[in-house]
């Protein structure tokens, strides 16, 4: 089983050379292309003298360029920074000055580093590396939702335990088409529809941006014409671990976010607990902690607990349902709030509603 990003990769390589993975308007690339062009950008990076366990900050477009880049990066050995596209110089020149990467990859050098993403490289894989499970493969900026901005640290196994997972959390197979216009510079699209597409040998659509108005176009362009409805699924998770909470199979506890996530293949490895009415994970996709910031490390992950900043109520049927976060702005004044014991369900705002965008060959349930 892989437990690295790039061991995904060549698995999937491995097992359908010739199917296609990769669809965009411009082209397509089969799992073996994929491989290919990442093992021939990764030389192209270690030339530049990146290598293993340097930092690299990316400017991550929801493109090919960055994708490829982005997979050749982990197949090195590199900590990748992504930042979102649009952001100003000023937060980029701030998160340059705080990491000090090895390089720094714009629109400027994609481009020449990456040439034509389209071009078949039929025998190339990426590049054999000493990457660990536990090595570091992302640092994570956050929006600093439970306190000031960190840079979340997350591992292979992280991701690579994510895209094993997310197939099995939302039953897809190889026939499946996912797709996406998340940003790359998240863990949302990188972990479950990159890596999950991986997984278990499914189409990955990737869309530059979302367009309400071209959403249908898009699907029908890319063959996502055959699904017979949309199957709602409501799930949780934090760049700290992308093992949350999850509707089980087959059940819809509207109103919930789930219960907790497991692995298709390792059984039970998440935990969750309330702990002061606030939700508590614990599973081998925790954090190891912030970059350079030990003392909050040290007072946020204890005991391989992790606390959430939310609060929950814990249902009889093993789910949980949201109620609020823990830490607010009110007035203006940064504080703790919790409401009463007798309170009132609030709208989840960590609650997503999943629509399967995806080609699926089996009729989806209906919900009511």
């Known amino acids: 089983m892989p437990d690295t990003i790039s061991g995904l990769l060549t698995a999937a390589a491995d097992r359908d050379p010739d199917g296609i993975w990769l669809r965009t308007d411009e082209g397509t ?10 093992g021939r950008l990764a030389e192209r990076l270690r030339e530049t003298g990146v290598g293993r366990g340097d930092l690299v900050v990316l400017i991550a477009r929801t493109t090919p360029p960055y994708l ?4 050749a990066l982990a197949a090195l050995g590199a900590i990748t920074v992504p930042t979102d596209p649009v952001g100003t110089q000023a937060e980029l020149a701030a998160l340059v000055g705080q990491v000090e990467p090895r390089l720094t990859v714009d629109d400027e050098v994609i481009h020449p580093l990456v040439g034509d993403w389209r071009m078949v490289e039929r025998d190339g894989r990426p590049p054999p590396t000493d990457v660990r499970p536990d090595d570091l493969a992302v640092l994570i900026p956050t929006s600093g939702t439970t306190g000031r901005s960190k840079l979340v640290m997350q591992t292979h196994r992280a991701y690579a335990m994510a895209g094993e997972g997310f ?3 939302m039953e897809l197979t190889a026939a499946d088409r996912l797709m996406t216009s998340l940003p790359l510079f998240h863990i949302n699209a990188p972990a479950y529809s990159v890596l999950g597409s991986l997984a278990c040998g499914a189409g990955l659509v990737l869309l530059p941006r979302f367009s309400a108005s071209g959403f ?6 890319h063959g996502a014409t055959e699904f017979k409805g949309l199957r709602i699924v409501c799930g949780y998770a934090l760049s700290e671990s992308p093992y949350g909470l999850i509707w089980r199979h087959g059940e819809r506890p509207f109103g ?32 190891p902690g912030y970059w350079e910031m030990p003392t909050e490390t040290a007072s946020t992950v204890v005991d391989g607990w992790l606390p959430t900043g939310d609060l929950v109520t814990e249902n009889a049927d093993g789910t949980y349902t949201f109620v609020s976060r823990l830490k607010r702005c009110c007035a203006g004044v940064d504080r703790t709030c919790r409401p009463p014991r007798s309170r009132t369900r609030s709208s989840p705002t960590r609650t997503y509603a999943r629509s399967r965008w995806w080609v699926s060959r089996r009729s989806c349930p209906r919900t009511r």
């Open 167 to 169: 197939p099995y959390w």
């Open 29 to 38: 690339l089969s799992f073996a292309a994929a491989a290919g062009q990442v």
């Open 256 to 287: 919930t976010l789930g219960a907790p996530r497991q692995h298709p293949t390792l059984g039970t490895v998440n935990e969750a607990r309330v702990v002061d009415d606030e939700l508590q994970l614990r599973n081998p996709t925790v954090t």
């Open 68 to 71: 490829l880049c982005w997979l």
């Open 216 to 221: 249908l176009d898009s699907a029908r362009a």
